[in-house]
């Protein structure tokens, strides 16, 4: 049966450049190739659960104008239920402005109007309880928080992309989350230990109520499981990488849909892993997110995870 899973934040359109190297000054640079997508980290995690077989509802924010209309048909076109995503009168929708280079590596300017987020709709049991999963962003941190607390109320794996943000905003979403899943920048201003074991560590002595991964790119993935206390590292699958943009997103939303599954975390981070690293080979943000069967077979290639002492 198709689980589904409540992705909640971040809905922009993005017009993503790529270049040869990122600028390091001032002066002019002349792209290789364009393209314009609607993504953001919950919507691109939305396209993951979606492409990897699963169900996925988008709670956001536009604006009631031309790039929310774009941004919201480009989503519904690929199967990202936006019926229930918020329309804001008087307020612009979200823009990114994006450099990748010939590394994979990006350089990423966003633009969030604070008032699309001024009125958040209503979380009720009723609203959150027909999902298997729900994963959260950083970007609607007042919606975030009462979807995290609803869910781990009904017994719903509670997912939170910890991405940079203010330190206040990563603390209160991270006591709310049954899972915190850091990019390394993010867990980085919260720690300030130079190995990612130690600092996988310690950030999970700090929420000691959630098991806490953090993603290290093709150093691969951190966690420590709750259950057991143990430090566990799963290896990246080795690709040749062309653009990392969404490979993180492509990482959290295989993850929540693995939990909404039933799969052990162990198989959930792996399937996350996979997913991200596939997702780099393809350039243009979420349109490279990785069907089921290239994940399933990628799996068998991947490198068994390592439980560190």
Known sequence: MQKRVLCVGAAVLDTIFRVD????????????????????????????VVRLGGAATLWAAAGNDQTGSKILSDLARDGIDVSEVTI???APSALSTILVDAAGDRLIV?????????????????SIRRFQAVMVDVRWPVVAFDVLTVARRLGIPAILDGDVAPAETLSRLGDAADYIIFSEPAARSLCDQPKPGDLVRTLAARFQHALVCVTFGAQGAYWVDRRDGNLYHQPSLPVASVDSL?????????FALGLAEALDVKDAVRLGSVAA??????????????SRPASEEALGRLPAYILHS
């Open 21 to 48: 190297k990122l600028p390091r000054g001032e002066g002019k640079i002349l792209p290789t190739q364009m393209l314009q997508v609607a993504e953001g980290m919950a919507s691109s995690a939305a396209f993951a």
């Open 88 to 90: 804001v009168d008087g």
């Open 110 to 126: 966003p633009f969030y109007d604070p008032r699309l987020h001024e009125n958040p709709p209503p979380v009720t049991e009723d």
């Open 246 to 254: 969404a490979a993180g997103d492509a990482f959290h939303g295989a």
């Open 277 to 290: 690293a596939l997702k780099c080979m393809v350039f243009g943000g979420r349109i490279g997110m990785p």
